[in-house]
DNA sequence: TATTGTTATACTCTATAACTATA
DNA sequence: TATAGTTATAGAGTATAACAATA
């Protein structure tokens, strides 16, 4: 026993996998209360991102990419579809399925949505300097690279947009 | 304009916060699938952490601890205490209240908790070094008191033990 | 009267599977 | 028969408030 007294080095903290979900879990809190003001909830956004970055999907190909089951798709559609944020159109080629479209009042909504992504990601980061955020950015990409997740987030094999921001 | 086409620096992508909540509900279902092999589930993980450092709670301390409602606490301790890991011990002072103990069971499987959460978080930082996992877990720290959350991850106003690893 | 623990109730969210209409 | 969407039902999880025992 050479070392006597160490300032602690022991465990090299498990608080950081802790603290990782806790600020997951805060940053998720943060980003619903903050797209509440816009009347949409998380999943809701998610499903305007989708539809922004694929026009013409079916609700099952929706469902896949919220990495939920077709059927809660519904009654979330038909909420965007009664406020007017969504098109159900009929697919001329399979008239099983429908094509979902953003109307042109869901394509504003996304544009502010948009603005409050920038919004809440700069808050949450405010004590970051510019180079401390791309720092966290590489870590964390290259933690998610590890987990098995993407480098924009969702995992390979179940692409989860409905976890947001 | 001067400024013909730069490399796209335009945003300075919003995806970092919306990475940091996909790497905490990720670390979250990683966790709970560790504890579950113990079976244990993320909330419990928390009770018995929550009295291992302060042993002699009352259910309502345990509560507000974990971020709960205090009559949710009454089937998680039933549980613990039908396996053998918590009592409830009558309060001397005050017979209204328990104070939780856990057993020499509930204190050897905290030992094996702490053993499952150090595996836990170096499966989920595998792919960083300990110079890089030092620097994230300092970009963290000041993210999370950004934040108002303690550096150990809970919120001052209601630490939440519950939200796990 | 106030407080701890408890129970009862209702509400939300979700998953599963049955149903229809198209193919 | 197989698939997209829908509906119905049941289950888990949670919050709220009423209740008994003790202070």
Redesign the pocket.
């Known amino acids: 026993m050479t070392v006597a007294s160490a300032p602690r080095p022991e465990r090299p903290s498990p608080r950081t996998a802790f603290l990782l979900t806790q600020l997951g879990a805060h940053a998720a809190d943060r980003f619903a209360a903050r797209v509440a003001e816009i009347g949409l909830?998380p999943?809701d956004a998610g499903a305007l991102r989708a539809l922004g970055r694929s026009p013409g999907i079916?609700?099952?190909?929706?469902?896949g990419r919220l990495g939920?089951?077709?059927?809660?798709?519904?009654?979330l559609?038909?909420d965007l579809e009664n406020r007017g944020l969504v098109e159900?159109v009929r697919s001329a080629?399979?008239?099983?399925?429908?094509e979902?479209q953003l109307t042109d009042a869901g394509t504003a909504l996304l544009a502010q949505l948009r603005t409050v992504a920038d919004a809440h990601q700069d808050g949450l980061l405010k004590t970051l300097d510019d180079d401390e955020r791309l720092v966290l950015s590489r870590l964390l990409a290259k933690v998610a690279a590890g987990a098995g997740l993407g480098p924009d987030g969702h995992p390979g094999y179940a692409r989860d947009e409905s976890r947001h921001d």
Chains 1, 2 share one sequence.
């Open positions: 909830t999943r079916s609700q099952r190909e929706l469902a939920t089951v077709p059927s809660r798709l519904v009654a559609v038909d159900r080629k399979d008239r099983r399925n429908y979902l």
